[in-house]
C-alpha cells in the first residue's frame, strides 16, 4: 500500500495515470454538469422565499464548498511537501492556487448575484462573506508569492 | 418543466438576469480553467523544444574545436 502511494508521487508514473485519466473523468464531469444544470434550470421548483433565485444556489454552493476544500486541500499537500519533500505535492500546490482563486471568485460574485434580489444588496460585512473575501486573498497571495519566488529562482 | 414557454424561462419572474448573469459567469471561469492549462502546457513544451535546440546548436562547435 505504502509502495504503491510512493510509486504515484513519482512524475512519471503519476504523469502516465493522469494522462490515461484525463478524457474519461472529462466526459463524466461534463455529462454530470450538464444535468444538474438542466435540472436547477428546468425541473427545480421555485423556493417559497426565493422565487427563481433559488436556482443560484446550485452553483453558488458548490462553489463555495470547493473553494474552502480548495484551501484546504492546498495545506494538506503543502504539508506533505515540507515533511516528506515529495515533488508532485509542490505540483499539485501550484495547479491547486489559480484553481481556488478562481472559484473562491465565482462563489464571492453569485453570492452577491443571489443577494441582490433576495436581500436587496450586493454585499454585507458579515462573518461568512468577509471570511469568504479573506480566502480570495490568501489563495491571491499564495500565487503571489510563488511567481515571485519562480522569478528569482529563473534570475539566479 | 416548470416554465410555461421559452419567453418564461429566460424572464423566470424578473430574477432571470441574474441567474443568468450566475450561469454565465459559471461557464466562463470553468472554460477558462480548461483553457488556461492547456495553453501553459503549450508553452512549456515550446520553451523546453527551443532550449533544447539551442543547447544543441551550442554543442556543435565544441565537436569541431
Redesign the interface.
Known amino acids: 500500500m505504502l509502495n504503491w502511494f510512493h510509486r504515484l508521487g513519482s512524475p512519471k508514473i503519476f504523469f502516465e495515470i493522469s494522462g490515461r485519466w484525463q478524457v474519461p473523468l472529462l466526459l463524466l464531469s461534463v455529462l454530470m ?1 450538464t444535468g444538474g ?1 438542466a435540472w436547477a ?6 423556493d417559497y422565499q426565493q ?3 433559488v ?2 444556489m446550485y ?2 454552493v458548490p ?1 463555495a464548498i470547493l473553494a474552502q476544500s480548495g484551501y484546504v486541500m492546498m495545506a494538506g499537500a503543502a504539508a506533505v511537501f515540507l515533511i516528506w519533500r515529495i515533488k508532485l505535492a509542490d505540483v499539485a500546490v501550484k ?1 491547486i492556487a ?2 481556488g482563486a ?2 473562491t ?2 462563489a464571492l ?2 453570492g452577491a ?2 443577494g ?2 433576495t436581500w436587496g444588496t450586493w454585499w454585507v460585512w458579515d462573518a461568512r462573506l468577509t471570511s469568504t473575501l479573506v480566502l480570495f486573498f490568501l489563495y491571491i497571495g499564495v500565487i503571489a508569492l510563488r511567481s515571485a519566488m519562480e522569478r528569482q529562482a529563473g534570475s539566479r | ?3 410555461e414557454s421559452l419567453s418564461a ?1 429566460f424572464y ?5 438576469v ?2 443568468w ?3 454565465g ?2 461557464l466562463v ?2 472554460a ?2 480548461l483553457w ?2 492547456m495553453l501553459a502546457r503549450r508553452n512549456i513544451i515550446r520553451t523546453a523544444k527551443s532550449a533544447m535546440l539551442k543547447g544543441m546548436n551550442s554543442q556543435r562547435p565544441e565537436d569541431q574545436s
Open positions: 454538469l444544470a434550470l428546468l425541473f427545480v421548483p421555485p422565487g427563481h433565485s436556482r443560484i452553483i453558488h462553489a495547479c489559480p484553481l478562481s472559484i471568485f465565482l460574485v453569485t448575484i443571489w441582490k434580489p | 418543466m416548470r416554465f424561462f423566470m419572474d424578473g430574477h432571470g441574474y441567474i448573469a450566475a450561469y459567469l459559471t471561469i470553468l477558462a480553467n488556461w492549462p
